[in-house]
């Protein structure tokens, strides 16, 4: 079979206006729920797609930790490539691909980091062995090879044991949206797409867009 005729024909549900809450908030809420209870794997998995100085795009997979009407929250190294991309370009791109339930979301916004507070609280309730990796590893450089790396592990559990401090260069940003959209797929690519639209005044504006 050729990669051009591979596709699916979505016939799962559909998305109206009239089915969306005023806000992109608790319609993220509603559509995550569903998410968990049709044992999507991963749900809390998105993309996330940054840009650098130069102007150039990367997107990785990254764990959302929280959300709310404040926005969307995840934890990494701040040193990292996403991190120095959000340093000189502080927004960004997410998107949650549901393939059982046949939707996607999109989030667009411009970023901050959470406090000190926010990072520590987090931190310390990660698994230790993911404590003592944020320590051993400084994401994004170059490593010999895999023995060099598990060294580094090795060195953080003697020094730190089970108790490992969280690392300055480690903590959460939040995407503050400004677009969000949920699409649903339809038959024959006439899919439902459903954009939300934050105006100057922080009122959200709800229209329909062409597939």
């Known amino acids: 079979m050729s990669v051009a005729d591979i596709r699916t024909d979505y016939k799962k549900a559909s998305l109206a206006e009239a089915d969306v809450?005023?806000?992109?908030?608790?319609?993220?809420?509603?559509?995550?729920?569903?998410?968990?209870?049709?044992?999507?794997?991963?749900?809390?998995?998105?993309?996330?797609?940054?840009?650098?100085?130069e102007g150039k795009p990367s997107s990785?997979?990254?764990?959302?930790?929280?959300?709310?009407?404040?926005?969307?929250?995840?934890?990494?190294?701040?040193?990292?490539?996403?991190?120095?991309?959000?340093d000189s370009n502080p927004h960004a791109a997410l998107l949650f691909f549901w393939t059982a339930l046949e939707r996607q979301v999109r989030i667009e916004g411009r970023i901050e980091k959470l406090s000190d507070a926010e990072n520590d609280t987090y931190f310390n309730s990660r698994p230790l062995g993911s404590r003592q990796s944020a320590l051993a590893s400084q994401q994004s450089q170059p490593i010999a090879d895999r023995e060099a790396l598990e060294q580094k592990l090795t060195a953080?559990?003697?020094?730190?044991?089970?108790?490992?401090?969280?690392?300055?260069?480690?903590?959460?940003?939040?995407?503050?949206?400004e677009r969000v959209e949920f699409w649903q797929g339809?038959?024959?690519r006439l899919h439902d797409r459903i954009i939300y639209t934050r105006d100057d005044n922080g009122t959200w504006k709800i229209s329909r867009l062409q597939p």
Do not use: C
């Open 156 to 177: 953080v559990v003697a020094e730190f044991g089970e108790h490992p401090p969280r690392p300055a260069h480690w903590g959460g940003y939040r995407l503050l949206p």
């Open 21 to 53: 809450t005023s806000d992109p908030f608790s319609q993220f809420a509603n559509w995550f729920d569903q998410a968990l209870k049709a044992d999507v794997a991963e749900p809390n998995a998105m993309s996330l797609s940054t840009v650098n100085a």
């Open 186 to 188: 339809r038959s024959s």
């Open 60 to 86: 990785r997979i990254v764990l959302i930790k929280e959300f709310d009407q404040r926005g969307f929250s995840w934890f990494t190294n701040y040193d990292s490539a996403k991190g120095q991309d959000l």
